[in-house]
């Protein structure tokens, strides 16, 4: 049996196929390659189609007899989808939509989603729980909680059981520095802070340096993309056990500032990020960390890479790939 990874070509997708292919997992990528790579997959099969595409999904799921399924394959930029709501409408929600008609037509009943902490939006205390208030802030974060509660109707009308993963900052490349995230796509603070450290774009603006925080900068939970792909594995584990649909934060529930991660890529690369300070944006939270207590009970997952591992390993990949 194997695992179908809808937009496994990806930056997190990649690394949790690898992942899987470590357990000794059986593994079918599905992924456009709009934004991801072929050669992220490794020598996994890969299907280049779109997860709207009824056919091709039941076809991959029959040929690989696929029995449990997750779902990356997503747009996933928050700024950009207030320029094209649709966009992010139709692939997050539409393409879902056919996405679980497909898996529940082909008879599989376990979905790992990737979701996000932006389903909280701005959350009244930090750190959030999984019980916090759903309040998105962007079209893309609405978009993720619609497809969860897509996946609690489909618990309930098809039996399809689904565990999302509500991902606080992925970041980080893998610590033997073979695959990593492509900065040409991402607006992300780590890869953007590696790109002005290599001299590739201009200075870093930090927007916000008045917050109310330690140091005045906005503070946000970085999670290793390892750590992201191990909770997938056990999310997986978890469904194949008989355990219940549920949304699980997966954050490290430490906070770390603008400030703090510039200071954690200093030490990796030896000389300072250039790095310019700039006005607070609208809808940015002053601080957001996850509480990880559901992920930790029932996942057993523990985060095992720091901050230091985070920028020391993002370095290593894209001074080498640059
Ligand atoms: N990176 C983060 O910090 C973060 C945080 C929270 C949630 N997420 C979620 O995690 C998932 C993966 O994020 P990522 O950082 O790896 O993004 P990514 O853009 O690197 O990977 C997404 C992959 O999905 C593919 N894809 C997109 N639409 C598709 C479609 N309709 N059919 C098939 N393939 C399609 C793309 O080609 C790409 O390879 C996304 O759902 C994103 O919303 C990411």
Redesign the pocket.
Known sequence: MSVLV?????????HTVRLLRRRGRDVVV????????RR?VGDVPLVV????DDALVGDTIERYAVDAVV??????AAGESFEDPGRYFA??VA?TARLLESVHRAGVTRLV??????VYGTPQHTPVGEDAPIRPESP?GES?ALVERMLHWYDTCRGLRSVSL??????GAAMDGSIG??WT??L?LVPLAMKALLGKRPPLQVFGADYPTADGTAVRDYIHVDDLADAHLRALDHLAGGGATTAINVGTGTGSSVRQVLDAAERAAGRPVPAEEAPRRAGDPIALWADNTRARGVLGWVPRHDLDDIVRSAWAWHSATA
Request: aromatic content about 12%.
């Open positions: 809808t937009g496994g070509a990806g930056y997190i997708g990649s599905l992924d456009t390659l709009e934004l991801g790579h992220a189609g779109d997860v709207a779902h990356f394959a997503a747009y996933k692939n997050n393409g989603l990737s979701s996000t902490c932006a893309y993720k509500r991902y606080f900052n992925a970041a995230e492509d796509v991402t992300n």
